[in-house]
């Protein structure tokens, strides 16, 4: 079998090579700590998303601040419920489809 000479380079660099996934994972432990955290808040703040909004309404004095935050939460918690719906439908079918057959 002739091989080209891209193919050649390919499996030379292959044969040669370091160990890049050592090299380029560093210590990411920090980063996924924060991650972790502010996903965590995120959630947190999207579930009390009446009390919240009404802790800005009575700090800022803003009506309109603490209403769009609330239908921010609300918008986003009635996605994620169509979202996993969505899901659910979905393996209904494909379950319904390997049943039959």
Do not use: C
Not at 30 to 55: D, M, Q
Not at 85 to 96: C, D, K, T
């Amino acid at each position: 079998m002739k091989y080209t000479k891209e193919q050649i380079k390919i499996m030379k660099d292959f044969l040669e090579q370091k160990n890049e996934h050592a090299r380029m994972s560093k210590d990411k432990r920090w980063e996924w700590k924060i991650r972790g955290y502010i996903s965590t808040i995120h959630y947190w703040l999207i579930a009390y998303g009446l009390p919240v909004s009404l802790l800005i309404w009575i700090f800022t004095q803003d009506y309109w601040k603490a209403l769009a935050f609330l239908t921010y939460t609300q918008i986003y918690a009635v996605a994620g419920n169509l979202r996993g719906l969505g899901l659910h439908i979905e393996n209904f079918v494909e379950w319904n489809i390997t049943k039959r057959t």
